[in-house]
């Protein structure tokens, strides 16, 4: 508890690190990717939607494919915004105004959070404690409503492949990651929006 308290307890001073980002991600948590692994738009982008993720590999390969030293295990140039790892550590990858190559044909409107988890994995406690006080944040920051939280193989036109297989087992259907948001997520912005 002590470190969760740690992690969304840091000073309002951490508005400032990674440009603009949520206040509770600390300079030390934001992860330098290419350039090619995102797009800094023409204009300011509306963001209207989160799109969750699963990795489908451990952290250390995560990090290899999100800083371009994976291309064994992936490819293409890949990204997300954020990365929950199982211990609820929260990395900052890509600034929230520009565009993070996760889930193609939403790229331009939403904001990428992938988990890390191996197939089969569920949700840890602490993980799922971020991940739900993050999206809250996002939802109230960019007026984002909870009907436009996504998993990724539930968003038309998101993948590469067929049949998608992420957020994995995270949520294994569109409808349980619908009642996750309303008994775990809403509350914090209830939470939020009366603090």
């Not at 308290?5 to 030390?28: K, N, Q, V």
């Not at 990795?55 to 030293?69: A, E, H, K, S, W």
């Not at 990724?152 to 998101?158: C, I, K, S, T, V």
Request: aromatic share 10%.
């Amino acid at each position: 508890m002590k470190y969760i308290r740690y992690i969304f307890g840091i000073i309002g001073i951490l508005s400032a690190y990674c440009h603009g980002s949520m206040p509770f991600i600390t300079e030390d948590l934001c992860v330098t990717v290419p350039p090619h692994h995102y797009i800094i738009p023409d204009v300011p982008r509306v963001i209207s939607a989160i799109v969750v993720h699963f990795t489908n590999v451990d952290r250390d390969t995560t990090f290899r494919i999100f800083q371009g030293r994976g291309y064994d295990v992936n490819p293409r140039p890949v990204s997300a915004h954020y990365v929950i790892d199982r211990d609820g550590l929260l990395y900052r990858f890509v600034e929230d105004g520009h565009i993070a190559r996760h889930a193609r044909a939403a790229n331009s409107y939403s904001i990428g959070i992938e988990h890390i988890a191996l197939p089969g994995e569920r949700l840890t406690a602490v993980q799922e404690q971020t991940s739900a006080r993050l999206i809250a944040a996002l939802c109230i920051r960019y007026g984002i409503p909870v009907e436009n939280i996504y998993g990724h193989r539930w968003l038309a036109g998101g993948s590469f492949t067929d049949p998608c297989i992420c957020p994995g087992d995270l949520w294994k259907t569109e409808d349980e990651l619908r009642a996750w948001v309303m008994r775990v997520v809403v509350p914090y912005i209830v939470q939020m929006v009366e603090d």
